[in-house]
Nanobody, 123 residues
Framework: QVQLVESGGGLVQPGGSLRLSCVAS????????MGWYRHQAPGMQRDLVA????????KYGDSVKGRFTISRDSAKNIVYLQMDSLKPEDTAVYYC????????????????WGQGTQVTVSS
C-alpha cells in the first residue's frame, strides 16, 4: 500500500517562509511526477503550485514563480516545497500528488494524492 504524507504546514506571517515535505512510502519502484497543488476555498479547483519530474523538469504556477521552489529526493521518494515571501493569498490546503507511480518495473502506473496540509498566512 502506498501512502503520501505531507508535513510542514502551519501559520506564518506575511513575508515569512515555510517548507513543506511529502514522503511517498510503500513498495515503490519509481515515480515519474511529483507535485504540489492547493485548494484555496470551497468550490474552487485544486491549482498547480509546482511540479517536478524524474528528469528534473519543473513547472510553477504563475502566482508563485520566483517565490516558491520545488525539489525532490528521488532515492527517498520525497518532494519538498520551499515557500518564501508568503502572502495572505497563499493561504490554502496544500496537497501532494504523484503520477506515474510504479510498484514494479513493468507494472501499471498509478496516481496518488496526499491528505493535505493547511498553510495559513496571516498577521
Amino acid at each position: 500500500q502506498v501512502q503520501l504524507v505531507e508535513s510542514g504546514g502551519g501559520l506564518v506571517q506575511p513575508g515569512g517562509s515555510l517548507r513543506l515535505s511529502c514522503v511517498a512510502s510503500g513498495s515503490i519502484f519509481s515515480i515519474d511526477y511529483m507535485g504540489w497543488y492547493r485548494h484555496q476555498a470551497p468550490g474552487m479547483q485544486r491549482d498547480l503550485v509546482a511540479s517536478i519530474t524524474s528528469g528534473g523538469e519543473v513547472k510553477y504556477g504563475d502566482s508563485v514563480k520566483g517565490r516558491f521552489t520545488i525539489s525532490r529526493d528521488s532515492a527517498k521518494n520525497i518532494v519538498y516545497l520551499q515557500m518564501d515571501s508568503l502572502k495572505p493569498e497563499d493561504t490554502a490546503v496544500y496537497y501532494c500528488k504523484t503520477d506515474g507511480l510504479r510498484l514494479t518495473p513493468t507494472g501499471p502506473r498509478f496516481q496518488w494524492w496526499g491528505q493535505g496540509t493547511q498553510v495559513t498566512v496571516s498577521s
